[in-house]
């Protein structure tokens, strides 16, 4: 069964600060690897979709990476701004989507 | 284009109650899908349909029905609500993946159900 974590559950830093967003999952057989964003009371965005194939996607100041042999997923974002305080949720398709709990951002100004 | 809609989005349920929760797309997606988000446990899937006629269990299945009324519409009915059913209710909409078309999932606002 597929597994899916995010390290850390909540992260908090200031405006303009690089940073990273951890996802794992347990199974190496995925036809994808999907990022979301998710405002409070809101529903999902979907952020960056990487193919099974690929090593890495990039959208504006958002870089997802890939390492599908050691079930690994980053998301680095790049000079925070307030307004990308969210929920940030990986999503692993196999045979099913599995999500992960999400990483609560908070970027002060 | 209003995308993925829901209704309603909130609602509370007395335990042994019934309700069918409504999505509708707008997308022309073949692949509807309906899951449920609780604190800490990310979104959990419920029932999905890859096409019009066709709905298979999820990872939690039990509890709820659902139905693929035409390609845009996919209702989940509650048929006896329990207090373990008080969610936070998603339906998706995908187009399948075929070549050079990204499997990408569209979600609806959610609905927020409290079953007392």
């Known amino acids: 069964k597929q597994e899916v974590t995010q390290i850390p559950a909540a992260l908090s830093v200031p405006e303009g600060e690089n940073l990273v967003l951890n996802c794992s999952f347990t199974d190496s057989a995925i036809y994808n690897l999907q990022w979301f964003r998710q405002d409070p009371g809101k529903g999902l965005t979907s952020l960056l979709l990487i193919q099974s194939s690929q090593r890495e996607q990039t959208s504006g100041r958002l870089n997802a990476s890939l390492d599908k042999s050691s079930g690994r997923s980053t998301l680095y974002i790049a000079a925070s701004q307030p307004g990308d305080s969210a929920t940030y949720l990986c999503?692993?398709?196999?045979?099913?989507?599995?999500f992960g709990a999400g990483t609560r951002l908070t970027v002060k100004p | 284009n209003a995308g993925v809609t829901q209704t309603p989005k909130f609602q509370v349920l007395k335990t042994g109650q019934s309700m069918t929760l409504q999505c509708a797309q707008d997308?022309?997606?073949?692949?509807m899908y309906w899951y449920r988000q609780d604190p800490g446990m990310g979104l959990r899937l419920i029932y999905y349909?890859?096409?019009?006629?066709?709905?298979d269990k999820g990872e939690v299945p039990n509890g709820y029905n659902v139905s693929r009324l035409n390609k845009r519409e996919f209702s989940l009915r509650l048929e006896s609500a329990a207090p373990s059913q008080t969610s936070v209710y998603f339906c998706?909409?995908?187009?399948?993946?075929?070549?050079?078309?990204?499997?990408?999932?569209?979600f609806g606002p959610g609905t927020r159900l409290t079953v007392l």
């Open positions: 998706a909409s995908s187009e399948p993946p075929l070549a050079g078309v990204r499997d990408t999932q569209y």
């Open positions: 349909s890859a096409s019009e006629g066709t709905t």
């Open positions: 999503a692993v398709k196999g045979n099913d989507m599995r």
């Open positions: 997308m022309n997606h073949n692949s």
